[in-house]
């Protein structure tokens, strides 16, 4: 029977094997850019977001500009990411306090980043992470349904499925691996219909082989 660590190391190769050029879809010049988009990201898909932040970063293209934008403006500008209203609150207030309290420049710190308006762990660790700082790893909703579904991590909240994953994870995968993970939930194990009887993994998934092997 194979343990999970066994499992995590197929699975590690697998992603490398297949998905070696995943890295993070939103489009970003810096770790400002990044955390704004990150933030609008929530239920809307990267490519939404990336036309969106087209628009928004062309006319605010740093913490203090966005800081002193109209609020009503700024509204509309973000409207087709969804639950706009809020997202817009908060990309005001993170400008607000990244341009009074930190001169403009993102801090790169878990605790500072997570003290910011709408900024939870999982943003913190999308920024973190690309910018060669990872003290985290990203638990999406991809990386949750599919470590799950594999069978190497246990927990159902996301913070306590990183937490297991960070044991079983060398730190340098931690980005890489999250990235990986998504390419690989857009491509073969997806929510509704995974594509099992395709899939690499299907030998070693507790979920393909608790039903029979045929799905
Ligand atoms: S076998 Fe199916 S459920 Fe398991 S990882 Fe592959 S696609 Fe996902």
Same mark, same amino acid.
């Given at each position: 029977?194979?343990?999970?660590?066994?499992?995590?190391?197929?699975?590690?190769?697998?992603?490398?094997?297949?998905?070696?050029?995943?890295?993070?879809?939103?489009?970003?010049?810096?770790?400002?850019?990044?955390?704004?988009?990150?933030?609008?990201?929530?239920?809307?898909?990267?490519?939404?977001?990336?036309?969106?932040?087209?628009?928004?970063?062309?006319?605010?293209?740093?913490?203090?500009?966005?800081?002193?934008?109209?609020?009503?403006?700024?509204?509309?500008?973000?409207?087709?990411?969804?639950?706009?209203?809020?997202?817009?609150?908060?990309?005001?207030?993170?400008? /607000?306090?990244?341009?009074?309290?930190?001169?403009? /420049?993102?801090?790169?710190?878990?605790?500072?980043?997570?003290?910011?308006?709408?900024?939870?762990? /999982?943003?913190?660790?999308?920024?973190?992470?690309?910018?060669?700082?990872?003290?985290?790893?990203?638990?999406?909703?991809?990386?949750?349904?599919?470590?799950?579904?594999?069978?190497?991590?246990?927990?159902?909240?996301?913070?306590?499925?990183?937490?297991?994953?960070?044991?079983?994870?060398?730190?340098?995968?931690?980005?890489?691996?999250?990235?990986?993970?998504?390419?690989?939930?857009?491509?073969?194990?997806?929510?509704?219909?995974?594509?099992?009887?395709?899939?690499?993994?299907? /030998?070693?998934?507790?979920?393909?082989?608790?039903?029979?092997?045929?799905?």
């Amino acid at each position: 029977m194979i343990n999970k660590q066994q499992k995590t190391k197929i699975f590690l190769t697998f992603l490398n094997e297949k998905y070696s050029d995943a890295e993070c879809s939103l489009v970003h010049r810096n770790p400002f850019e990044l955390l704004i988009a990150t933030v609008l990201s929530a239920q809307c898909t990267d490519e939404r977001v990336n036309k969106v932040t087209r628009v928004l970063f062309d006319k605010y293209p740093d913490a203090e500009s966005m800081s002193d934008s109209d609020p009503e403006e700024l509204m509309e500008i973000v409207r087709p990411t969804g639950f706009y209203k809020n997202k817009a609150s908060n990309i005001l207030k993170i400008s /607000k306090k990244i341009a009074g309290d930190y001169q403009g /420049k993102l801090p790169l710190d878990m605790e500072k980043l997570t003290e910011l308006p709408g900024v939870g762990r /999982k943003t913190a660790n999308v920024v973190l992470g690309n910018f060669g700082m990872a003290e985290g790893i990203v638990v999406d909703t991809h990386v949750k349904r599919i470590t799950t579904r594999i069978g190497i991590v246990s927990a159902d909240d996301p913070e306590k499925i990183e937490k297991e994953l960070m044991v079983l994870i060398p730190k340098n995968r931690w980005n890489k691996f999250s990235h990986q993970v998504i390419a690989f939930g857009r491509d073969i194990c997806r929510s509704r219909t995974p594509k099992c009887n395709e899939c690499g993994m299907n /030998k070693f998934c507790a979920y393909f082989l608790d039903k029979g092997g045929v799905r």
